[in-house]
């Protein structure tokens, strides 16, 4: 199975790590984040489904502090369906549906 460092996104390979090999990020300091950071952080993540999930988590939650977040991901992403999706979220973070207020 694979794991990825929940900070840099980097394949462990071994559950037990308690520091990535790459970053030197702490799986403790993780715990101790919380529920939204993480997701936040997940918008980084390598694989396209994770990336996808975490941004109709900040969507349907309308989650206010991930809007640079999301705006950032709507305008770099090389993914054309995540970068709408992240541009969907945040007009509807910000009570806009479709383009309309």
Not at 3 to 32: L, M, T
Not at 53 to 62: S, T
């Amino acid at each position: 199975m694979r794991y990825y460092c929940p900070n840099c996104w980097h394949d462990v390979w071994n559950e037990d790590f308690d520091i990535c090999p790459a970053c030197g990020y702490s799986k403790k300091e993780d715990s101790e984040k919380d529920y939204v950071k993480r997701v936040i952080n997940a918008l980084k993540h390598p694989a396209g489904e994770i990336s996808h999930l975490a941004v109709a988590i900040l969507e349907q939650r309308r989650e206010k502090q991930a809007i640079p977040y999301l705006e950032k991901l709507a305008k770099e992403s090389k993914d054309p369906s995540l970068a709408k999706a992240a541009e969907k979220a945040v007009e509807e973070i910000n009570g806009c549906k479709n383009g309309k207020g």
